[in-house]
T-cell receptor
Framework: TQLLEQSPQFLSIQEGENLTVYCNSSSVFSSLQWYRQEPGEGPVLLVTVVTGGEVKKLKRLTFQFGDARKDSSLHITAAQPGDTGLYLCAGEKPGDYKLSFGAGTTVTVRA | EADIYQTPRYLVIGTGKKITLECSQTMGHDKMYWYQQDPGMELHLIHYSYGVNSTEKGDLSSESTVSRIRTEHFPLTLESARPSHTSQYLC?????????????FGPGTRLLVL
C-alpha cells in the first residue's frame, strides 16, 4: 500500500491549458515536497510546503498543502511543452528525515 | 545545479556478475540515500547513511549492500546480479534547510540484467 497516492497517473494536455495534479495520504506529514523528473535524469526539487493551508507560487506553478497536512496539489497555469515530465510528491513524517514518495504523475504538454 | 554524480549511467550485465554502482557528491552532505525506481511505481528507499561508517537498510528489502568510508562516496554493490535487479537506481544526498531536509538526486543508473 502506497503511503502517498498521486492522481492522475497520466495527463496529456494541449499547450496553454491548465492542469492540476493531486497527492493524497491518510498520514500527516511535517512537510511535503514536489519534484519534477525528466527522462534520463534524477528528480529535481520544485518546492517544499510545511504549513497546513500553505500556498506557494513558482511562476506558473501553484502548490497547496492541505489544512490537515495530509494532502497537496500542484496546479500549472497555461502549460508549456517545457512543463512535460514526471511530477513526484514526497512527504517527510514528523521526526523522520527520510522521504516517502508517490508513484508520480506523467504530464505531457503537446505543442 | 546539484553536484552529485552516478556512474555508470547505463549497465547491461549477465546474471551472476558482481557490480558496483558509484555515487559521489561534492556538497559535503552527511546524509545519502539509494532509491530504486520502476515505471509507475513510487521510489523505494533501499539504503541510507547519516554519515561516515553509518549505513542502514531502507523500507524495501534489497540484496544489495552499501558502504560509506568517505563522506562524498556511497557505492552500492550487488554480489550476484539477477534479472529481478533490473531497475533504475537513484542516489541522493540531503541537507537541512530551515527545518526540512532537501534532497538532491543524481542522474541515475539504469541497470539491465540478462
Amino acid at each position: 500500500t502506497q503511503l502517498l497516492e498521486q492522481s492522475p497517473q497520466f495527463l496529456s494536455i494541449q499547450e496553454g491549458e491548465n492542469l492540476t495534479v493531486y497527492c493524497n495520504s491518510s498520514s500527516v506529514f511535517s512537510s511535503l515536497q514536489w519534484y519534477r523528473q525528466e527522462p534520463g535524469e534524477g528528480p529535481v526539487l520544485l518546492v517544499t510546503v510545511v504549513t497546513g493551508g500553505e500556498v506557494k507560487k513558482l511562476k506558473r506553478l501553484t502548490f497547496q498543502f492541505g489544512d490537515a497536512r495530509k494532502d497537496s496539489s500542484l496546479h500549472i497555469t497555461a502549460a508549456q511543452p517545457g512543463d512535460t515530465g514526471l511530477y513526484l510528491c514526497a512527504g517527510e513524517k514528523p521526526g523522520d528525515y527520510k522521504l516517502s514518495f508517490g508513484a508520480g504523475t506523467t504530464v505531457t504538454v503537446r505543442a | 545545479e546539484a553536484d552529485i554524480y552516478q556512474t555508470p549511467r547505463y549497465l547491461v550485465i549477465g546474471t551472476g556478475k558482481k557490480i558496483t554502482l558509484e555515487c559521489s557528491q561534492t556538497m559535503g552532505h552527511d546524509k545519502m540515500y539509494w532509491y530504486q525506481q520502476d515505471p509507475g511505481m513510487e521510489l523505494h528507499l533501499i539504503h541510507y547513511s547519516y554519515g561516515v561508517n553509518s549505513t542502514e537498510k531502507g523500507d524495501l528489502s534489497s540484496e544489495s549492500t552499501v558502504s560509506r568510508i568517505r563522506t562524498e562516496h556511497f557505492p552500492l554493490t550487488l554480489e550476484s546480479a539477477r534479472p529481478s535487479h533490473t531497475s533504475q537506481y537513484l542516489c541522493a544526498s540531503s541537507e537541512l534547510r530551515g527545518h526540512q531536509e532537501t534532497q538532491y538526486f543524481g542522474p541515475g543508473t539504469r541497470l539491465l540484467v540478462l
